[in-house]
C-alpha cells in the first residue's frame, strides 16, 4: 500500500469517472462549478471571500473580521457548523489565507442544501457578533464536546466498542 497509494480509493475514483463518461464528468465539473459560485453568491454577505472572482468547484472565506472583533476563529465556526448538522469545510488550508474556510460543494449537492448551509453560516455570524461564547463552546449537540486536537494528534485513540 505505501509504495502503490491507497490503491481502493483509485479504483473508485477510475470507476466513477468511467461510469460517466466523458459527457457525464463534463456534467457533474459543470454542476461543481455552479454549486460553488452560487453558494459563493449566498455567503457573500456573510463572509469576506480571499478572492472577489467566480471560482471553480471551490472558494475561500475567511473569519480574519470575526477574530478580530469578537475573537471567533474559523474553528470556532467550523465546530458550530457540527450543531446545525454540517460537516465543517477545510479549515488549515490555504496557509496563505488567515481563519480560512475553503468551501467545495460537490455537485450532489441539492439547492436547499446549500441554502440550507448558507442559513446556517448567517446564524452562526450572527451569533458571533451577539453571543460569541455560544460559538467558541461549540459543538454543544455532540457526543463529545471539543477536544484538544494536537493531543489527539499525538495520542490518538483508536479504540472502538463497549468502554472505549
Not at 100 to 120: D, G, I, K, N
Request: charged share 25%; proline share 6%; aromatic share 6%.
Amino acid at each position: 500500500r505505501s509504495f502503490m497509494g491507497n490503491v481502493g480509493a483509485m479504483i473508485r475514483a477510475y470507476a466513477y469517472i468511467r461510469s460517466l463518461g466523458a459527457e457525464g464528468l463534463r456534467r457533474v465539473s459543470e454542476g461543481a462549478i455552479l454549486n460553488a459560485n452560487y453558494l459563493k453568491a449566498l455567503l457573500r454577505d456573510v463572509l469576506p471571500m480571499a478572492v472577489d472572482e467566480p471560482c471553480m468547484h471551490e472558494f475561500i472565506a475567511t473569519a480574519k473580521d470575526l477574530k478580530a472583533r469578537h475573537g471567533i476563529k474559523a474553528m470556532d465556526i467550523a465546530k458550530r457548523l457540527l450543531d446545525y448538522g454540517f460537516y465543517a469545510p477545510t479549515i488549515c488550508f490555504p496557509l496563505i489565507v488567515e481563519e480560512a474556510l475553503m468551501v467545495e460543494p460537490s455537485e450532489t449537492e441539492s439547492r436547499q442544501t446549500l441554502e440550507s448551509f448558507a442559513e446556517a453560516l448567517k446564524a452562526i455570524t450572527r451569533e458571533a457578533r451577539e453571543i460569541p461564547s455560544r460559538v467558541q463552546r461549540a459543538p454543544h449537540r455532540m457526543p463529545v464536546a471539543r477536544l484538544d486536537e494536537v493531543q489527539a494528534a499525538r495520542e490518538p485513540n483508536l479504540r472502538w466498542g463497549p468502554g472505549a
